[in-house]
């Protein structure tokens, strides 16, 4: 199995709600990532897990809360977004294959969420 | 700060016709390289990547080349096809902290 899946992939929600994305992967990969994409855009990090652990957390709003309960799961919960939040939800993992994160671990994308704000 | 991004934000080509995408990145620390394939609606899709100790590196239709010293990448599509039309970025990972250029759309004309 050499694929990432994430779920919905579309979400509406309005700016009260409370939500969560799913990201899930079986390929033994120990790092997951969350991205960010608005359109024509490059996709932006959010968030790294590396061993089920926060490693990076690029100043992201706390109204996005990332967790990682086991080695193949990867969710982002989501309260009180914005509007300027609707974007595309990328998920991704690579294979720390190293032992830690490394500039040579290739990250392979889920098909990624669309989020819609109202 | 340090950035990668693309020279050419399109590029049009005919069925057929080999195609070069070329990207220009400022950090000196970077060493490994990826290119990745967006279509429509879709995540990013690995296509090949390079290690800072190549300056060449082949797959199937596609090459990419580095040129350290002027700190260039470029992605090579050879016969290219209706189906290579998509937005490609290059990304560096220095610390598995990826960062992506801007991106180019290809598109392949019949």
């Known amino acids: 199995d050499t694929e990432v899946t994430q779920t919905p992939k579309h979400l509406v929600m309005g700016m009260t709600n409370k939500k969560s994305l799913k990201c899930e992967q079986h390929m033994g990969h120990r790092a997951m990532y969350w991205y960010k994409q608005k359109a024509k855009k490059p996709p932006e990090l959010m968030f790294v897990?590396?061993?089920?652990?926060?490693?990076i957390n690029e100043s992201v709003p706390s109204r996005f809360s990332p967790e990682c309960p086991n080695s193949s799961l990867l969710n982002l919960h989501l309260h009180a977004l914005q509007p300027e939040d609707s974007a595309l939800y990328l998920c991704?993992?690579?294979?720390?294959?190293?032992?830690?994160?490394?500039?040579?671990?290739?990250?392979?994308f889920g098909p990624g969420t669309r989020l819609t704000v109202l | 700060g340090e950035s990668v991004g693309l020279h050419l934000p399109t590029l049009s080509v005919q069925e057929g016709d080999n195609s070069i995408i070329n990207c220009a990145y400022s950090n000196s620390a970077s060493d490994y390289f990826i290119w990745y394939k967006q279509e429509s609606g879709k995540g990013p899709q690995f296509i090949i990547d390079i290690r800072s100790n190549m300056d060449k590196r082949q797959g199937q239709r596609v090459t990419v080349l580095l040129n350290k010293t002027v700190k260039h990448l470029s992605l090579q599509i050879a016969a290219t096809q209706p189906g290579d039309s998509a937005v490609y970025f290059c990304a560096e990972t220095p610390l598995g902290d990826m960062r992506f250029g801007a991106g180019t759309r290809l598109t392949v004309k019949p």
């Open positions: 991704a993992s690579s294979s720390l294959a190293g032992g830690s994160l490394a500039s040579t671990d290739t990250q392979y």
């Open positions: 897990y590396s061993y089920e652990k926060l490693s």
